[in-house]
């Protein structure tokens, strides 16, 4: 059984810095993209930024101030978070795109989510 488990959201003030984390575990045989995606309250789900078959992607608003680091080896992905405003305010998801062992197709795995709150 995959389960991704993120960490590190929390308050922080107008300009601060957040680092998000998530590790994967269970038997995984390969990790094709890593993600992080955020979602406030009555919104749809949005991508923030994500590591594609070694390309980088990163949605306009976060350009410059999130940066993804990726380590398929460790089953790893982070997003730092700089220059942090209140609209960065919702709740982040962590989404994998892998392949278990012994299953013939890749999938999106997520995790339960963490809170980041950017307020003064």
């Known amino acids: 059984q995959v389960q991704l488990v993120e960490s590190g959201g929390g308050l922080v003030q107008p300009g601060g810095s957040l680092r998000l984390s998530c590790v994967a575990s269970?038997?995984?045989?390969?990790?094709?993209?890593m993600a992080w995606y955020r979602q406030a309250p009555g919104k749809q789900r949005e991508l923030v930024a994500r590591?594609?078959?070694?390309?980088?992607e990163y949605a306009e608003s976060v350009k410059g101030r999130f940066t993804i680091t990726p380590d398929i080896a460790k089953s790893t992905v982070t997003l730092d978070m700089n220059n942090l405003k209140p609209e960065d305010t919702p709740v982040y998801y962590c989404?994998?795109?892998?392949?278990?062992?012994?299953?013939?197709?890749?999938?999106?795995?997520w995790g339960q989510g963490t809170q980041v709150a950017v307020t003064s």
């Open positions: 269970g038997n995984i045989a390969e990790i094709y993209a």
């Open positions: 989404d994998m795109n892998l392949r278990p062992i012994q299953e013939p197709k890749f999938s999106d795995y």
């Open positions: 590591f594609d078959g070694g390309r980088f």
